[in-house]
């Protein structure tokens, strides 16, 4: 009915982005069992048949979707990090915005994903490529943020840790709003962090 | 068929007691969707009906078997916290020995029940009482075990910190076998505690 005509290529690119983030919505809002391709195409506004020409599968559209997403996620940090204060305070800022990445319905969406893969073998393989893929760019893109050097020993480890307290604090939000503790914990893990990367222990 | 019989209420509360342990099993293995009573007696080897006298639906069997297992596992933690060594060292075998509390079947099942409860409001309620509860506990033993002084201004926070990041790391152990990074992540933490710790920064 439009009057502007899009050509084909750029329709189809938007239908898979609106399915991409349906998939996602829908995965964060009912889990995996409620987020099959037909629910997802009728929540983005897309014909079964269209859907399935995308996404064959459940697995396809759901992996997709958090692959697209996590690399719309480091592409904004790298975006943000440019706005990040140099010298005292970085580290928290630093912090704090890897910390967004582990918050909110993305994470939500992932998480979902990550517990049906534990529970499917198939599923888990899949998932297993995307994660090894997206730590490792998290990892690096850690690292040149809070400008630290890889090769001193600890460093390494102590970029990981934060990584991973990120998911643990991420995954503590899932069910109540826990920004108020997040923030003091967060507060406290710069001050270690600092200390750490400085003397090189 | 036993020669020797079990007195009723014995034998009730062994009935319970193996539906909650099929509960946690069937949870790791399959999830929350896959978990109904009829599954989880099935597995114990419990008539429907005796299953349905214990928990009339599945967020009791399910919230009433995590609760356990977290219980089970303090008091484990409890016990073998008395093996510690005290001085040098005992701050990496106590972050180990929490450590094991978020890896394996039980966090598993944990996780399956929280991603379900982020999904399904009345279960969410009941399992913020639960990890509540749950949550308290573990801090006040780890305060035990590290032997510090909440008082102290940032250890309240670096204790919270500690369990967090055990958290995300039984998180990333969920999809595969993590253990050799995490036992670097873990020597690297228990380096940056005690530096905090002693220090009260």
Redesign the interface.
Known sequence: MDVVREPRQDRSRATRQRLLEAAIECL????W??STVAVVAERAGVSRGAAQHHFPTREDLVTSAVEYVSQERLARLRELAVDLPSGPGRTQAVIELVEHMYTGPVF?AA??L??????DERL?ER??VL?ARAGRETHRVALELLGVDESVP?VR??V??T??????????N???DDSR?RA??L???A??LD??LT?G?
Do not use: F, N, P
């Open positions: 964060a809002e009912v889990g069992s409620g939500g998480i979902h990550w517990v049906a893969a534990s529970a888990r998932v297993l994660e600890g480890e102590t990981q840790a990584l991973d307290l990120a998911r643990g604090l991420g995954l503590a899932l069910l109540s503790r003091k914990v507060r406290q893990w001050r270690m200390a750490s003397s222990s």
